[in-house]
């Protein structure tokens, strides 16, 4: 069984930097993982994400050039460093690993391609 938490979120000013954490336990060599976020009133968004030896790596158009993911398996850790940011990345941030290693490509930003999910982290930004 994997497990994942969370850790990194807070408030924010427009402009500024946030690094979230993603502490995994349990077997995740095999594991998809990303990044995905939810504001209220909208449904998930797959944010960006990674494949299983980390050479692989796509992001959601929103974030690209301000997010930079990255995965460090002898840890179980899973970051997102996210630059430049802007009020509409106000969501709750939620990490994800998948059951099965197969990388979709872009289609890995798809939250039916994963099975376990973390609590998640609220991230707010101001203006």
């Known amino acids: 069984q994997v497990r994942l938490v969370e850790s990194g979120g807070g408030s924010v000013q427009a402009g500024g930097s946030l690094r979230l954490s993603c502490e995994a336990s349990?077997?995740?060599?095999?594991?998809?993982m990303g990044w995905f976020r939810q504001a209220p009133g909208k449904e998930r968004e797959g944010v960006a994400c990674?494949?299983?030896?980390?050479?692989?790596?796509t992001y959601a158009d929103s974030v690209k050039g301000r997010f930079t993911l990255s995965r460090d398996n002898s840890k179980k850790m899973l970051y997102l460093e996210m630059s430049n940011v802007k009020p509409e990345d106000t969501a709750i941030y939620y990490c994800?690993?998948?059951?099965?290693?197969?990388?979709?490509?872009?289609?890995?930003?798809?939250?039916?391609?994963?099975?376990?999910w973390g609590q998640g982290t609220q991230v707010t930004v101001s203006s």
């Open positions: 349990g077997y995740i060599y095999s594991s998809v």
């Open positions: 990674t494949s299983v030896n980390g050479l692989h790596t």
């Open positions: 994800a690993a998948s059951a099965v290693g197969t990388w979709y490509g872009r289609r890995s930003l798809e939250s039916d391609k994963y099975d376990y």
